[in-house]
């Protein structure tokens, strides 16, 4: 059982937009703007895709998108493409006694 | 353009220690601002934090896995380890070392670089 809740599947259809949640609770998520989310591809290294809640790495398509309320970060794809079908985790920081937290990952199918 | 790479045996015994090197180049392990840390993912399964380390030697670990971990730092060979004792199956996994953006003493914000991952199997 992760620390951060994710869906384990999401799907869509090309060019349509998903959404993947990730509740944490208020030792993490709510405190902190510290969130994460990581891309990655079967056989391959994770890939940071937005971090500090909404900021994008250079290189990264503005496809991407990332929000939070309250105790639960989003990460939105839209536009969506075959070369998105991976699987996403969610990370963030936190005050309780694990300073770093990981989501169990969302497998992402399109369609 | 920073890279990482992980080094060490990919075959540990039950009860023995996994010993891991990773070599950075593109950046220097002594820079502000940032950790180098570890972090794992069994086959199948997701990622898991292990620990990270500034290069004045300050750590964070894992609760569930800090009293068999120990992260250390030789910033003359640019270089940080990871040591895991009594190890047993449930640890066979793909280690990857990262690049870990935080402020010193503060915060531990995003992993920024990955190396490709090292799989170590637990057998005897």
């Known amino acids: 059982q992760s620390a951060l809740t994710q869906p384990a599947s999401v799907s869509g259809s090309p060019g349509q937009s998903i959404t993947i949640s990730c509740t944490g609770t208020?030792?993490?998520?709510?405190?902190?703007?510290?969130v994460s989310w990581y891309q990655q591809h079967p056989g391959k290294a994770p890939k940071v895709l937005i971090y500090?809640?909404?900021n994008r790495p250079s290189g990264i398509s503005n496809r991407f998108s990332g929000s939070k309320s309250g105790d639960a970060a989003s990460l939105t794809i839209s536009g969506l493409q075959a070369e998105d079908e991976a699987d996403y985790y969610c990370?963030?920081?936190?005050?309780?006694?694990?300073?770093?937290?990981f989501g169990g990952g969302t497998k992402v199918t399109v369609l | 353009q920073v890279q990482l790479q992980e080094s060490g045996p990919g075959l540990v015994k039950p009860s023995d220690t996994l010993s891991l090197t990773c070599t950075v180049s593109?950046?220097?392990?002594?820079?502000?601002?940032?950790?180098w840390g570890w972090i794992r993912q069994p086959p199948g399964k997701g990622l898991e934090w292990i620990g990270s380390?500034?290069?004045?030697?300050?750590?964070y670990y894992n609760p569930s896995l800090k009293s068999r971990v120990t992260i250390s730092v030789d910033p003359s060979k640019n270089q940080f380890s990871l040591k895991l004792s009594s190890v047993t199956a449930a640890d066979t996994a793909v280690y990857h070392c990262?690049?870990?953006?935080?402020?010193?003493?503060?915060?531990?914000?995003?992993?920024?670089?990955w190396g490709r991952g090292t799989l170590v199997t637990v057998s005897s």
């Open positions: 990370s963030s920081f936190s005050g309780s006694s694990t300073p770093v937290l």
């Open positions: 593109g950046a220097s392990i002594s820079g502000s601002y940032y950790y």
């Open positions: 208020s030792s993490d998520i709510g405190a902190y703007n510290y």
């Open positions: 500090d809640v909404t």
């Open positions: 380390i500034y290069y004045s030697g300050s750590t």
């Open positions: 990262v690049k870990h953006v935080g402020d010193y003493d503060r915060s531990l914000e995003y992993f920024q670089y």
